[in-house]
């Protein structure tokens, strides 16, 4: 179960590389709503959720006040890559260092004593760590396409790359 995780969010990675890297500097600053995240505060978001679910999964209880500020935005998509791909490496030995007893074990997001959320370890991996980062990564690719920037396949063609060809 484990190994799946791993292999899942690795072959992923590489779709996620390919958004953050279609996300120039000069639109770092460029948000489609007042409510909406700047896009480079967005990829920075994607970048950091592997580094900070590593260090709130590991533990058996998380609080939901102790949940980080918006992150500042990237300085360059080279900075982008490079925070990926050690973020990456560090979820990916965090995960490698669980049992099956600890993957498998409850793992609860509270705020103060309300418990918002029991769920096996594993399971939240799945929704907190896989899913948001899939979530942010689809926000990114609209953004990218109004922005008129080229949208990077993720898992097929899209209307400017065709992997196949």
């Not at 935005?73 to 979820?91: G, K, M, R």
């Not at 600890?102 to 705020?111: E, I, L, N, S, Y």
């Amino acid at each position: 179960m484990i190994k799946e995780i791993i292999a899942e969010l690795q072959a992923e990675s590489e779709a996620t590389r390919r958004v953050l890297r279609a996300i120039s500097q000069d639109k770092y600053d460029w948000r489609p709503h007042e409510k909406s995240m700047p896009a480079g505060e967005l990829a920075m978001h994607v970048v950091q959720l592997m580094a900070g679910m590593s260090e709130i999964l590991s533990r058996d209880t998380f609080d939901r006040s102790e949940m980080r500020q918006t992150p500042a935005a990237p300085t360059s998509s080279d900075e982008l890559a490079a925070l990926h791909d050690n973020n990456l490496q560090l979820v990916c030995d965090t995960l490698s260092s669980w049992s099956e007893e600890k993957a498998m074990g409850v793992w609860k997001f509270t705020d103060g004593d309300k418990i918002i959320m029991e769920l096996p370890r594993i399971a939240a991996v799945r929704s907190f760590l896989l899913n948001h980062i899939y979530h942010h990564r689809g926000q990114l690719t609209v953004y990218l396409r109004l922005l008129g920037v080229p949208v990077p396949s993720c898992y097929g063609p899209t209307a400017d790359v065709n992997p196949f060809v």
